[in-house]
């Protein structure tokens, strides 16, 4: 059973920045293309960033690339992102996921997912 846990979401103002981690259990994360993915409130499912089970190819959504970076220590079994020039837009649930362009479970085997708000 897959299992994962984000944490370090919070409240921050327009500009700042967040570091975001998801701490995977019970399935081989260094095999693994891992996912973030965000849901703004009354708004769907947005995909924003993968990374290959090795680490070195990355891929983002156009909404986030260039402030957002995604990375991860498979030693820890852990995902990382890193959120820089928050927008108020921003503000959303983020989970982790498997999967490098989309998530590949279906999102009952997500983790509780991490909030964050932008303020103005």
């Known amino acids: 059973e897959v299992q994962l846990v984000e944490s370090g979401g919070g409240l921050v103002h327009a500009g700042g920045s967040l570091r975001l981690s998801c701490t995977a259990s019970k399935f081989a994360f260094s095999n693994s293309p891992m996912c973030w993915v965000r849901q703004a409130p009354g708004k769907g499912l947005e995909w924003i960033a993968g990374?290959?089970?090795?680490?070195?190819?990355?891929t983002y959504a156009d909404s986030v690339k260039g402030r957002f970076t995604i990375s991860r220590d498979n030693a820890k079994n852990t995902l990382y992102l890193q959120l820089n020039a928050l927008k108020t837009e921003d503000t959303a649930m983020y989970y982790c996921?498997?999967?490098?362009?989309?998530?590949?479970?279906?999102?009952?085997?997500w983790g509780q997912g991490t909030q964050v708000t932008v303020s103005s």
């Open positions: 996921a498997r999967g490098f362009d989309k998530p590949i479970d279906a999102q009952e085997y």
């Open positions: 990374m290959w089970a090795g680490g070195g190819v990355t």
